[in-house]
């Protein structure tokens, strides 16, 4: 991958290089490649959270574990009849 950049552009590049101890522009680069994919992600997470917190509200859990609980009694059932 090639990138062009104008002169003012590779002497904040170059600037940063010295200011941050990277030992590369590649090295610079990578590491605001990785910090936007992480700002991406928490960014996802967020849209996330909130679309839980605008969806309604779901049944509780003891309502979904009683709805289980009948489901595995009757699968059982039906599995000890005999044919």
């Known amino acids: 991958m090639n990138i062009s950049l104008t002169d003012d552009l590779k002497a904040f590049v170059d600037a940063r290089i010295k200011a941050r101890g990277y ?5 610079y680069v990578r590491d605001l490649v990785r910090r936007d994919e992480e700002r991406a992600a928490e960014e996802r997470f967020v849209a ?5 917190l ?3 509200a779901g049944r509780p859990w003891e309502e979904h574990r009683a709805e289980l609980r009948a489901r595995i009694q ?3 059932a039906a599995e000890s009849k005999p044919a």
């Open 23 to 27: 030992s590369s522009a590649s090295e």
């Open 48 to 52: 996330l959270i909130h679309e839980g």
């Open 54 to 56: 605008d969806s309604p």
């Open 74 to 76: 009757a699968a059982r």
